[in-house]
């Protein structure tokens, strides 16, 4: 049967057609959102900084940001310094938690020199110096804030990713996993180590805190692996910068 | 129902046991074994396919008399490849929460062979209501299915539902972990969601025979 629609002259307009509105509709709605969608990420990167430093609402077994209508004042209050350290020089810059790691990680690759964001907290009387990273997963990105001591001992740590397994490698942003790695030394008799995320190593409960392992969950090696990888080869690059900490 | 004539209702009822998108027209399996190994992200995924079905299989019949034979595979995909993203971006505007919980999802959603399916089973050639009806239908059925899987895959993988433990706490040993009870770490690997899935079908036909094929 022999209609309208099976012509190649109206497939090719429909085609045309169908492209211009509905690409128009997601430009539309795309540029129409952008502000209330970056106001959102900006707000989570200080909920994250401060979820790192032990400013957040934790109920006994689940991660809880602080609110977003607290986060500004709280960021304000908590975090004393944000620091870009680029190579050798060390600035401060109050916009430093938006800058894009990725873009920097890319920048590195093709020879411009990386910067570094650091951000200085202070709670309690105790000094905080988080790190954002970001590293790859099983499917996709995933990212951190490290709340290290001027010992580069972790105090606290908020995971996040963007498309892991939900169930397993989603996981590593539950309290379970992160929890794990407060307390674990980056170094090991002074030499920058990292963390790793192992299976079997005999301590479930995570009591050794200087084995420079935390236990993997089961069902997530790849993106346990990332973790680790990602830890190890970000938080290498602050190294230098905590050495001139403890002059 | 008074609302729905007969026929209407079964487009509703049939998906959810005899015509179940998964257990007898066997599609979006691989959705179903991805996401189940927690009760949470199954009931998820399952409203996340409702709203998307039943909105896209009306979308489809509206255009089912525009829409030419030659391209249409590719313009269902064009349909519902844009509704999840704008849904998505919305929420990422409005309820940024949400839609971190859901930003897994929205790939599996456009990928999920149900909702092709449905498109090309029968939003084009039903009418809007009708379709609407269908659409809801076969995506509460796949949810039913997604959530059996998980409410098992959860209990017995982790020992907890919805997040919170149900069987007692396994490092502390205690509830039934204390007379000798494991978790079964196979449960959340993805082989044992199709061996879930199976065990389910096969309970399925044991009970209604005429389900059996030759």
Redesign the interface.
Known sequence: MENRTDKNSYTILFAIGMVLVVGALLAFAASYLKPNIDENKRLEKQQNILYAMGVNENDESNANFVSTADAPELFKKYIKKQLVIQGTSVTEDDQAYLIDVKKEQANAKSGIERKLPLFVGEKDGKTFYIAPIRGKGLWDAIWAYVAMDKDMVVQGVFFDHKGETAGLGANINKRFFMDDFIGEDLKDNGVFKGIAVAKGNADPLNNDKSDNEVDAIAGATITGNGVAAMIKSELKLYVPHFETLKN | MGLLSKKDAQLITDPLADNNPITIQVLGICSAL?????LK?SLVMAISVIFVLGIGNVVISLMR???????RII?QL?VVA?LV??VD??L???A?ELSKTL??FV?LIITNCIIMGRFEAFALGNGPWKSFLDGIGNALGYGVILIIVGFF??LFG?GTLF?IPVLGDP?AKTGLYAIGYENN?FM??PPMALIVVGIIIWIQRTKNKALIED
């Open positions: 991805a996401i189940t190994a927690e992200a008399n525009i829409i030419p034979s030659k391209i313009v064009i844009a993203i704008i971006l919305v990422k505007a409005f940024y930003s897994v790939g895959r959860e982790s997040g490092i770490g959340i690997m």
